[in-house]
Each structure stands twice: as C-alpha cells, then as structure tokens.
C-alpha cells in the first residue's frame, strides 16, 4: 500500500521544476513525487559549478565512504560567514560537522555514551516515560481531538533525554522548542536572516547547558553530564566549547529524530492496521515495521558533504570545494536496490536504509534513537486500540529534518 506522502495534488512535475518546487513549503511538506521526477535526470544531477544532486543508493554509499568528501566543518562555513551565527559556531564544534583528526577525538570522547549498553540500560526510562505520557493523554481525552505531537511524540523523547542529562522537569519543553529551532540551520539558506530561529535556539541551549556544565562541576550528581564534566577536566581531550556543544547535539538528537520518528511510525502503524496491531506483540515485526517506516519516510532527509579535491564521480565532475546534496530519503526508494519502493512492506530482504548515514560520520545516536522509537509506539497503541488520524498531520516548514508540527488524534478510549 503507498504510503499518504505518495499522493499528489497537481499535475505530474518535470524535473526542472520539481527542483525548483523542491525546497519551497508545498515541495518539503511532499517532497516525494519530486524526487520521483528528478530520478528522470539519473542518480547523480549536476547543479552547475556549486553543487551536485545525489539520489542513488549506491552513489550516496560510495559518497559517504569516500574521505574526498568533507563534512561541512568550521573552514566551510567560515568561507560563506555562516560562522558568524551561533547556531553554526556550535555545530561546528561537534563531531557531525568535524572532519579528521577532530571526529576521531571527539567521537572517542563521547562514545561510550552512545554504546549498545547505554541504550539497553536506558531501556526502562525509555518505557516509563512512554506510560507516564499515555496516562496523561488518557487524563486529557475529553472525546475530541488531541496534538500527538504535542502530547507524546516529543514528551518521551525530552523526558529521556532531561533523565540523562539531569535537566529538572520544568526546564525541558522550553528546551524542546529551542530543538526544533536550531534544526532550521539544517536547510539551505538563501539569506543570513533566515538564520535567526537557529541563532536564537542556539543561545538558549548554549547557555543552559554550559550553566549545567558548571553547576555539575561544583556539584556532581550521577547523570551524563556530570560523567562528561569528570571525563573532559580529567584528560582534557576535548575543550570546555566542544564539551558543551557536544551536549547541545546530545540534546538535539535525542529529542528531535527520535520525535519525528514516533510521529512517522504512528502514522504509518495507523495507515496498516494489522501490521501496527501485530508489532505490538511481535517484536521481529516491530523491528521490521521500525525499518520500513525509517526506509519510507525518515526524519533525516538530505546531508551535505563539501568535494576537498576535483572528484570524477560516477561520470561527473564534482568540482573542489563545491557541495554535495545527498538525498537519503531519495537513495531510500531507488528502485534499483528496493522492488516497489513506495510500497510500504515488512517482508523487504537486506533492507538497509541510509537514514541515519553511513561510514565514519554513521550517527552515533541512531541505536538510541530506534530503542525510544520501538519503547513508545507499542505503549501507545496498546493503550489506545482504537487510535486513529483526526486530521492529515502537518507538517514542518523543513525538508532536511522533516516532522510533523502537529497530528491531531482522537484515541478512541
């Protein structure tokens, strides 16, 4: 069955113009016909001398593997005054947007919070937080429509994340929207200006968690922080910046992927019933449904990588120091490597979707991402059979980090 996302309103688009359409808010809110029609132009469309559009499976794989192929770190964006934002000055001082040596350190530094036993460990909060929520739309439900999002999809997430991290309760939803505006740094930018929602989320989060960075300095507690905080002043592998960016990033993705997931799995578990009853109880299937709902509709839509030499790929020039437009979500329905890609289907074989990347940049958060993910949505549907879409959910104005803004439900209890 294709999935909602599927269905277009107008006349089938050229791929001029569905490039054109593509990053405008009726292109981001669905973005796959237009991707449909750019595979007209093959795996790889050069942009001209700028910048190179990628959307095979294969080619994304060989681009995220190949060390040619920068991340955009601090020199990038210093090159176009990006820099000049908070919102960049942060994120360049993280591992997402640092290339070698400084992944590797960073990454060695911060690992190990990433780790399977992490995530098994965090396992329990995880399913406290989603009954803790279910109880509270439970409280809510007068009959009539509630905002999921709202209400649960980002509740868990923040909840998680706010244990780890010792964030008291009564700070965590405005950090929360400070999350979902930093994310708007993530799409392309044609005016300085239009970094302002980043900018201004930025200095929210910068200066909070560098207030409990020095807090847990004066007084350590058991949480994440506090075992950073020890770790950094310990062998000084990181600097106080880096240390306080890397939990900005922490905060980021352990909220705003995994949100945007629970919203998509929803969704889709809503529009396949049986399959969304039978993950419930089967936990094979639930891995699978998790999978396919990453494979057909993933929070992470496009990552940028910056040519450090002239690259002679797949036939094309990608000239030095122009950008590479990777578009995961693209790469996930190539009908090269997936049979029917907007099918939504739990019997794929070797289903590997590039949502979360690849090679050495492969996030390290996506294990921890996924266990909310299959936490939440099974607590959820277990409790509300009868859960259903008031509405067609709305979405986001992004196309990098895509979500819903809102999913009005009526749970059926």
């Known amino acids: ?24 808010p009726a292109g981001k809110h669905h973005p796959y016909p237009l991707y449909d029609a750019l595979w007209e132009l093959g795996p790889v469309i050069p942009l001209g001398p700028s910048g190179t559009l990628v959307l095979g499976y294969d080619e994304i794989c060989t681009a995220l593997r190949d060390p040619r192929f920068l991340v955009t770190d601090a020199a990038v964006h210093r090159s176009t005054g990006m820099i000049d934002h908070s919102s960049w000055q942060c994120f360049t001082k993280i591992m997402m947007f640092s290339n070698s040596p400084d992944h590797e350190r960073m990454r060695r530094f911060s690992g190990w919070a990433y780790s399977p036993r992490q995530v098994a460990e965090r396992r329990d909060l995880a399913v406290k937080a989603a009954e803790r929520w279910t109880d509270r739309l439970a409280a809510l439900d007068d009959g009539g429509p509630l905002d999921l999002v709202e209400a649960f999809a980002t509740r868990v997430p923040m909840t998680v994340t706010g244990e780890l991290l010792g964030i008291p309760e009564a700070d965590r939803m405005g950090l929360r929207t400070a999350v979902t505006a930093t994310t708007t740094a993530f799409e392309p930018v044609f005016d300085p200006r239009e970094l302002a929602p980043a900018d201004a989320g930025m200095d929210v989060l910068v200066d909070y ?35 306080v960016a890397g939990l900005v990033m922490f905060v980021i993705a352990g909220v705003q992927s995994p949100s945007d997931m629970i919203g998509n799995t929803v969704r889709l578990a809503l529009e396949h019933p049986a399959e969304g009853r039978g993950m419930t109880t089967d936990d094979d299937l639930l891995a699978a449904f998790v999978t396919e709902t990453l494979r057909i509709d993933p929070p992470n839509h496009v990552l940028t990588r910056a040519a450090d030499t002239d690259i002679d790929f797949y036939g094309h020039r990608v000239a030095a120091g122009s950008r590479a437009l990777l578009v995961l979500a693209a790469a996930n329905r190539d009908r090269r490597r997936f049979t029917d890609p907007a099918t939504f289907d739990l019997a794929r074989k070797d289903n590997r979707p590039l949502s979360f990347g690849l090679g050495p940049h492969y996030c390290l958060g996506a294990a921890f991402a996924r266990m909310q993910v299959e936490v939440a949505v099974p607590v959820l549907l277990r409790r509300f059979p009868r859960l259903a879409l008031a509405a067609p959910p709305a979405y986001r104005d992004q196309l990098v980090t895509r979500g819903f803004a809102r999913m009005d439900v009526t749970l059926g209890s």
């Open 1 to 24: 069955m294709p999935a909602t996302d599927q269905q277009v309103t107008g006349p089938v688009m050229g791929p001029a113009e569905a490039l054109s359409e593509l990053f405008t």
């Open 209 to 243: 968690l560098g207030g409990l960075v020095r807090e847990r300095r004066r007084r350590p507690g058991d949480d994440l922080v506090s075992a950073m905080v020890r770790d950094r002043d310990a062998d000084g592998a990181v600097t106080e910046e880096e240390l």
